[in-house]
């Protein structure tokens, strides 16, 4: 085995991710959620969803609308997953994920989103309990390639670099916080659900180009 790793060793992608602030600058320049279009509210929900969370396509697919599963509380939401996660193991699995809104700026809050983007798709989802689910019929719940599409997509309009893909969201969003000097790497650990640091600097935390971290700091861990 040991010889395998060393012919190919498991490698991050890529040695440097993307500036978060490009997603938040292409998200205020289309306007309010109420002025959004359904496809456009779903693509801004789920990039919000997955900077926000740091956390794989794959337990931004689990999030449920049920209530013994997802808790409007003033102004937060907090969801428990209800499906075992691909990191989960004995004796350590995901907490539950707490989305705070975001005062300062409206146009990125992820409780406003959320709220206009539950009511919005009420009467589409039928029997559907996914939070994400299909804009056009036959209506259902998005699947995990329909999700990795999304976000795919509006990296591609806000100017992220072709090479990175839709689980690049995990890396930008983690390195963004670290690099910003202001969040401890305990909850950066915690919010996206590693128990080991090693984890998160060998195959997560990434140079920043161009650096503009500030931004993040404030517009996204105020809102976890």
Known sequence: MKGIF?????????????DVSLIFNYIRAQGTVEEASLMGLTLRTTVLLALLTGQRRQTIYSLDIREEFMLRNGSEYKFILPHVQKHTRPGHHQKPLLLRAYQEDPLICIVKHLD??????????????????????P????????????LRTILTASGVPVKFSG??????????????????TDI???????????????????????????????AVYSQT
């Open 116 to 137: 206009q983007y539950i009511q919005r798709t009420s009467e589409l989802r039928g029997s559907c309990t996914k939070l994400l689910t299909v804009t056009k019929p």
């Open 188 to 218: 950066i650990l915690r919010n996206a659900g590693w128990t080991s640091e090693r984890t998160f600097a060998v195959f997560y935390q990434r140079d920043i180009v161009p650096d503009t971290t500030n931004s993040f700091s404030d």
């Open 167 to 184: 689980h690049s969201t995990r890396s930008a969003s983690t390195s963004a916080a670290a690099s910003s000097g202001l969040i401890p």
């Open 6 to 18: 060393e012919r190919k060793p498991a490698l991050p992608r890529h040695a440097d991710t993307w």
């Open 139 to 150: 209506y259902g719940p998005a699947s995990l390639d329909t999700i990795s599409r999304w």
